[in-house]
């Protein structure tokens, strides 16, 4: 696999939050827009790079093209009296610590880490937490390489933004792969490795590969799928085309499927758009003559795919090209959730809606998908029992593997947006609050 002589190499070049409200292109969107960028970027991380600018954002649109909301800082991203304390500390020139102090403040605010994320998922060794891991289902451990722990560019909506910020005591990561590889050794109920982050592609492929060769031995035979959590087919689809490195990481997931290794490539696409450039169409063709399959998800989010005509549009896309829909998510309840969140019931009715005008093989997508804290919950629909309305719930994925698949009813809420906002049916316990 190599570049065709003369393709161009693109290089990246990256604007933080900082420096968005500088831009040309958002010069022209009034004071008012700028002055909330300065404001929301101050507590929640953001970043683009030229390929969004230039090839994703549609700039006549904007600040309400779909990809500049996923993107660039709204002042709706933080709860009123937040942006009214930072913004009047911008205002007088604060100092740097009393700055400082209030956007610390503010961060915890925002539930930085949901899902029990550092306090259940974390597993312990000889000599404490293994931060950096996390082993929340039986076959499945996540890996947060050092070195991956940032993005080309950051969605507003992530529920990973605490890793972006530089609070060491809010990131997870490894130093290197020798902590990961001594778990996975003693651990052979784990099939399932995701590399995460962050986004482990925009590691060099010299380190992607001191992760994932050791786990080609047979030490690690029961390691059958690897999977790699990554933006960058939407965000620079360039890693897997024309970076310096990109034939050598082709190569690399190319050796790991003729071992016998399931790679996957777990993208993440939001809208439509981000499948139709064609750069993105031809990383996404390479990815796939090595082997690897590429699955792809994202959460439901205002502003940007709360439409089901959106979400059918992108499961026919992503077929058509041979991308696996695999999940439609509920957005988490961290960082800029109250601007992106969706009711749970509408949630419900955008799948529904999007799923049945769609065909067979466009199905793939599993939703609206819920990653709480006792597991990955699904909510199948809203039924009527005895004379009242029930969410119809069950799990993907728990930490006990036996409450996979079974059933449970949460009482209809219309104003729920997250499972922790559910009451279970009946005025009964949920039963894993009984059984574990």
Request: charged share 25%.
């Amino acid at each position: 696999m190599t570049v065709k002589a003369g393709t161009t190499r693109m290089r990246m070049r990256a604007v933080p939050g900082a420096r968005l409200a500088g831009l040309p292109q958002v010069q022209r969107l009034g004071a008012d827009v700028r002055r909330d960028i300065e404001v929301v970027s101050s507590v929640l991380p953001f970043k683009v790079n030229n390929y969004v600018l230039d090839e994703l954002i549609d700039w006549d649109r904007a600040p309400d093209d779909p990809l500049y909301r996923l993107t660039f800082p709204d002042r709706g991203m933080l709860p009123e009296p937040v942006y009214d304390e930072v913004a009047a500390l911008l205002d007088r020139n604060a100092g740097r610590e009393e700055l400082r102090a209030a956007v610390d403040r503010a961060r915890l605010r925002l539930n930085p880490h949901p899902g029990d994320q550092l306090q259940a998922n974390v597993p312990q060794g000889e000599d404490g937490a293994l931060g950096g891991l996390q082993h929340k289902y039986r076959e499945t451990v996540l890996v947060f390489p050092g070195q991956g722990q940032t993005c080309h560019a950051y969605c507003g909506y992530c529920f990973r933004w605490a890793q972006f910020i530089g609070v060491p005591e809010l990131k997870q990561a490894v130093s290197g792969p020798e902590q990961a590889l001594g778990y996975l050794a003693g651990h052979p109920e784990v099939s399932d490795v995701l590399f995460t982050g962050g986004d482990p592609m925009i590691m060099s492929t010299e380190r992607l590969r001191a992760y994932l060769t050791p786990l080609m031995d047979p030490r690690f035979e029961h390691i059958r799928n690897i999977r790699f959590g990554t933006k960058a087919l939407s965000y620079w689809p360039y890693r897997f085309t024309t970076d310096d490195d990109a034939d050598e990481l082709l190569r690399l997931l190319e050796r790991a499927t003729a071992l016998g290794r399931h790679i996957a490539v777990m993208a993440h696409f939001s809208h439509p758009h981000e499948l139709e450039t064609e750069a993105c169409r031809r990383a996404v063709r390479r990815i796939r003559e090595t082997g690897a399959v590429i699955r792809a998800q994202a959460p439901l989010v205002r502003h940007v795919n709360d439409d089901p005509s959106v979400w059918a549009r992108m499961w026919r896309t992503m077929t058509g090209l041979g991308v696996v829909p695999y999940y439609m998510f509920v957005e988490r309840d961290t960082g800029a959730s109250q601007y992106f969140e969706v009711p749970l019931h509408r949630a419900v009715s955008v799948y529904r809606d999007a799923i049945s005008s769609v065909s067979g093989l466009e199905r793939t997508a599993r939703g609206p998908v819920m990653s709480a804290s006792p597991g990955k919950v699904v909510i199948d629909g809203v039924v009527r029992i005895a004379g009242q309305d029930t969410f119809c719930c069950r799990f993907l994925q728990a930490r006990d593997p036996g409450w996979v698949a079974r059933p449970f009813f949460a009482k209809f809420d219309e104003h729920a947006v997250w499972f922790d906002d559910l009451k279970p049916a009946f005025d009964e316990p949920w039963f894993w609050q009984t059984e574990g």
